[in-house]
């Protein structure tokens, strides 16, 4: 017997962000909160400390466990990117998940992005859709309806020629892609739709 394989995906836990601690760089030692109602008391309260390590740390504490988690600058560019540093790899992360137990990063939840499991008809349409959006923002008409070509949508007012003729250019080359595409998918599942052998009009009925 088989056993279905699934996967866990980023988007169905709520993430830590290493940009949102920056402000804890400079703040005093003590007990603070991250703010959002989706997360448990336990995943919400830390202890900010200082580390001879690490200099600035949080400790959560989650189902009776410590949980420490350094906070990482770094220093080898000029925009001194903040990091998280997950407790179970010890690697540099931009973001960590939330689970029941504890927080880690995506590799050490065997975590995968939605993105990853989209045919390139799935990739292909959410392209179209960014660009759109880009150009057009998220209230366009048409954002979602990729039966309809965007060759006749007016420029923005705001925009510049050039640009607008640049992203539309790369647009409506995915959007052809889009189209062939969508046709071959279309004829390998409906092809034989009308193939079969006509009836013969002479045929006697009894």
């Not at 189902?63 to 998280?84: E, F, G, M, V």
């Not at 060759?151 to 889009?178: C, G, I, S, V």
Request: hydrophobic content about 35%; glycine content about 4%; charged content about 25%.
């Amino acid at each position: 017997m088989s056993t279905e394989r699934t996967r866990s995906y980023t988007e169905q836990y709520f993430r830590i962000s290493a940009k949102t601690f920056r402000p804890m760089l400079n703040a005093n030692p003590g007990i603070y909160r991250v703010g959002n109602s989706n997360l448990g008391q336990e995943h919400q309260i830390f202890r900010l400390i200082v580390s001879s390590n690490w200099g600035r740390a949080m400790i959560f504490n989650i189902q009776s466990r410590k949980h420490l988690i350094p906070l990482k600058l770094d220093n080898r560019s000029a925009s001194n990117k903040l990091y998280l540093v997950c407790p179970y790899c010890s690697r540099q992360r931009q973001h960590l998940y939330a689970v029941s137990e504890a927080y880690a990063c995506r590799t050490c939840l065997k975590l995968s992005y939605a993105c990853q499991s989209e045919c390139k008809l799935e990739r292909l349409a959410r392209k179209i859709r960014d660009i759109r959006k880009s150009i057009w923002g998220a209230s366009c008409p048409g954002l979602n309806n990729l039966c309809d070509n965007s060759f006749l949508w007016p420029k923005p007012k705001w925009m510049r020629y050039n640009t607008f003729d640049t992203a539309t250019a790369k647009l409506r080359l995915l959007e052809r892609q889009y189209l062939k595409l969508s046709l071959e998918q279309f004829d390998r599942m409906f092809g034989e739709v009308g193939k079969q052998e006509p009836v013969n009009k002479n045929m006697d009925v009894n």
